[in-house]
T-cell receptor, first 116, second 108 residues
Framework: DAGVTQSPTHLIKTRGQQVTLRCSPKSGHDTVSWYQQALGQGPQFIFQYYEEEERQRGNFPDRFSGHQFPNYSSELNVNALLLGDSALYLC???????????????FGNGTRLTVT | GIQVEQSPPDLILQEGANSTLRCNFSDSVNNLQWFHQNPWGQLINLFYIPSGTKQNGRLSATTVATERYSLLYISSSQTTDSGVYFCAVKTSYDKVIFGPGTSLSVIP
């Protein structure tokens, strides 16, 4: 049973460019959320997708956008990259949007983005 | 918004020692989870514990939701326990908030 998979594992981009990160949820999970983890800090919630719609959003600018596909996989897009966007981007999945009693979050291994 | 604090921020232990990590939160939460982030960045789910006590081998956790804190106990620590421990809480508005983490180093 595959867990949460993310691609690519590492990425180097230049300021002003755009990037797309991908996530496949754990089998049986239909809700995907994305997090940004800067060096030395805890993960920060970006947004959550359920039924192909953004359901919740953290304090991130519109440069951060996402998409969820019918097979529950998801993409995170970041436009006009800034140096401060350099971070580990984590994807998590759960079997229901409310992170219920029997459904803890399961995380992928992340994509480490470096913006130069 | 809700504030999540963790203590201590850093901890160095001799192999075999025991430790207690604490997570305080400022408002009511629906759920709480403890994670271990290894040196390669992977977040491992340790406990899903909105209330009560759970044990898994050398690790155990207790959450007292009414008093807004959770504790993670590590007994007989091993070098593989090194890394950062995070608690994460979910509020009634469906947003997940992580604490700043406790960085643990276990030395032989």
């Amino acid at each position: 049973d595959a867990g949460v998979t993310q691609s690519p594992t590492h990425l180097i981009k230049t300021r002003g460019q755009q990037v797309t990160l991908r996530c496949s949820p754990k089998s049986g999970h239909d809700t995907v959320s994305w997090y940004q983890q800067a060096l030395g800090q805890g993960p920060q919630f970006i947004f959550q997708y359920y039924e192909e719609e953004e359901r919740q959003r953290g304090n991130f600018p519109d440069r951060f956008s996402g998409h969820q596909f019918p097979n529950y996989s998801s993409e995170l897009n970041v436009n006009a990259l800034l140096l401060g966007d350099s971070a580990l981007y984590l994807c998590a999945s759960s079997p229901d949007r409310t992170w219920g009693i029997n459904s803890p979050l399961h995380f992928g291994n992340g994509t480490r983005l470096t913006v130069t | 918004g809700i504030q999540v604090e963790q203590s201590p921020p850093d901890l160095i232990l001799q192999e075999g020692a025991n430790s207690t990590l604490r997570c305080n939160f400022s408002d009511s939460v629906n759920n709480l989870q403890w994670f271990h982030q290894n040196p390669w960045g992977q977040l491992i789910n340790l406990f899903y514990i909105p209330s009560g006590t759970k044990q898994n081998g050398r690790l155990s956790a207790t959450t007292v939701a009414t008093e807004r804190y959770s504790l993670l106990y590590i007994s007989s620590s091993q070098t593989t326990d090194s890394g950062v421990y995070f608690c994460a809480v979910k509020t009634s508005y469906d947003k997940v908030i992580f604490g700043p983490g406790t960085s643990l180093s276990v030395i032989p």
